[in-house]
């Protein structure tokens, strides 16, 4: 099976940083990973698809790239709505999340 | 746009059947290119894909699931459902149903606000 290793496992920031979520796969997935975010008691939302495809009506602050096996998620300029936890996920047969990165007020 | 509600017991016993239904509105189940899935979320903890069904009826599970879980598709009633037998307190958790977009490398775009599932005697 692929293991998905998120990292930090949480963070602190001040609006306007820059922040860099990094998700790893056990085995390189081509660009077979999409990125969610999620509020507390809210549902995940997409982000991003394919790696570095923004979905739509998603601020362009947000972007996602690598391939194989190193993944990131960018927010190049945090804002107050993106506190929240960040999910990466293997898209395959039996897809699988990242353990998460709380992103958190510093 | 598409609308995605839970529905089903808040309280399950231990060794019984969870069973959850995901009504889908504004749009048709079986229109389109989309596959239906339900994801869980302990609480404090992160999410874990159960499994999903197409409308052709081929379904995928979560391999550390699978010998438990079943997922149906009920397309005159625009509904999909999940049964989960054998249930233990660990598998008491908010449970979502979402649709996957085959377009978006099975991005789950639509979600449904989730519903929270107690198992205990």
């Known amino acids: 099976d692929i293991q998905m290793t998120q990292s930090p496992s949480s963070l602190s920031a001040s609006v306007g940083d820059r922040v860099t979520i990094t998700c790893r796969a056990s085995q390189s997935i081509s660009s077979y990973l999409n990125w969610y975010q999620q509020k507390p008691g809210k549902a995940p939302k997409l982000l991003i698809y394919a790696a570095s495809s923004l979905q739509s009506g998603v601020p362009s602050r947000f972007s996602g790239g690598g391939s194989g096996t190193d993944f990131t998620l960018t927010i190049s300029s945090l804002q107050p709505d993106d506190f929240a936890t960040y999910y990466c996920?293997?898209?395959?047969?039996?897809?699988?999340f990242g353990g998460g990165t709380k992103v958190e007020i510093k | 746009q598409v609308h995605l509600q839970e529905s089903g017991p808040g309280l399950v016993k231990p060794s019984q059947t969870l069973s959850l239904t995901c009504t889908v509105s504004?749009?048709?189940?079986?229109?389109?290119?989309?596959?239906w899935g339900w994801i869980r979320q302990p609480a404090g903890e992160g999410l874990e894909w159960i499994g999903r069904i197409y409308t052709s009826g081929s379904t995928d599970y979560n391999p550390s699931l699978k010998s438990r879980v079943t997922i149906s598709i009920d397309t005159s009633k625009n509904q999909f459902s999940l049964k989960l037998s054998s249930v233990t307190a660990a598998d008491t958790a908010v449970y979502y149903c979402?649709?996957?977009?085959?377009?978006?490398?099975?991005?789950?775009?639509?979600w449904g606000q989730g519903t929270t599932v107690t198992v205990s005697s």
């Open positions: 979402a649709r996957g977009v085959t377009g978006l490398l099975d991005g789950m775009d639509v």
């Open positions: 996920q293997l898209i395959s047969d039996t897809p699988t």
């Open positions: 504004r749009g048709s189940i079986s229109r389109g290119s989309y596959s």
